[in-house]
């Protein structure tokens, strides 16, 4: 079977992130421009108005596969390792935005596992759309929809992986 490349491009709805921003009245942005380290590369987002101690937050959102093979290894130390070593790549990589913003790296495994920092991240992201609703379970739903965005993503996946096998037999 052909090995399954992830890339964060093939998510359905890749506006979900910056909807949950929205719901708590935080205004973003989607890949902020002048917002760049040297080599050109932009976080995902950022928001428009401080986010903690004065500085704007900065996001990046990864999606990685524990069964790749070059993550194999890792993924059998601990359920959500994959996640945390991916989220210590993504930090390495924003270091010179960290004077002046926020970087918080979001990683997911495609089997569930979310880094340790994200968990945190998007219990208070809850606390803050609660507070704008008014309605106490609105950060148990950002969770239960990262759920189902992963869901959609892995079937998306499955079914890439299983045309693409099929037209590999056809030829």
């Given at each position: 079977?052909?090995?399954?490349?992830?890339?964060?491009?093939?998510?359905?709805?890749?506006?979900?992130?910056?909807?949950?921003?929205?719901?708590?009245?935080?205004?973003?942005?989607?890949?902020?421009?002048?917002?760049?380290?040297?080599?050109?590369?932009?976080?995902?987002?950022?928001?428009?108005?401080?986010?903690q101690a004065g500085k704007a937050l900065s996001w990046e959102v990864t999606v990685v596969c524990p069964l790749a093979e070059s993550y194999v290894d890792v993924a059998a130390q601990d359920a959500g390792a994959v996640a945390e070593l991916a989220a210590s790549r993504k930090s390495a990589?924003?270091?010179?935005?960290?004077?002046?913003?926020?970087?918080?790296?979001?990683?997911?495994?495609?089997?569930?596992?979310?880094?340790?920092?994200?968990?945190?991240?998007?219990?208070?992201?809850?606390?803050?759309?609660?507070?704008?609703?008014?309605?106490?379970?609105?950060?148990?739903?950002?969770?239960?929809?990262?759920?189902?965005?992963?869901?959609?993503?892995?079937?998306?996946?499955?079914?890439?992986?299983?045309?693409?096998?099929?037209?590999?037999?056809?030829?």
């Amino acid at each position: 079977m052909a090995s399954i490349a992830l890339s964060v491009n093939v998510i359905p709805d890749r506006s979900a992130r910056h909807h949950a921003f929205a719901s708590a009245g935080i205004p973003a942005i989607k890949e902020p421009p002048g917002l760049s380290r040297s080599d050109r590369k932009r976080p995902n987002g950022l928001t428009l108005i401080p986010w903690q101690a004065g500085k704007a937050l900065s996001w990046e959102v990864t999606v990685v596969c524990p069964l790749a093979e070059s993550y194999v290894d890792v993924a059998a130390q601990d359920a959500g390792a994959v996640a945390e070593l991916a989220a210590s790549r993504k930090s390495a990589k924003y270091t010179e935005l960290e004077s002046c913003y926020l970087c918080q790296p979001i990683v997911v495994e495609s089997l569930g596992p979310l880094n340790g920092s994200v968990v945190s991240f998007l219990s208070g992201l809850g606390q803050r759309i609660t507070e704008v609703s008014g309605e106490d379970s609105e950060g148990s739903f950002l969770f239960q929809r990262l759920s189902v965005l992963i869901q959609r993503f892995n079937a998306v996946l499955l079914h890439d992986c299983i045309i693409d096998e099929v037209a590999g037999n056809s030829r």
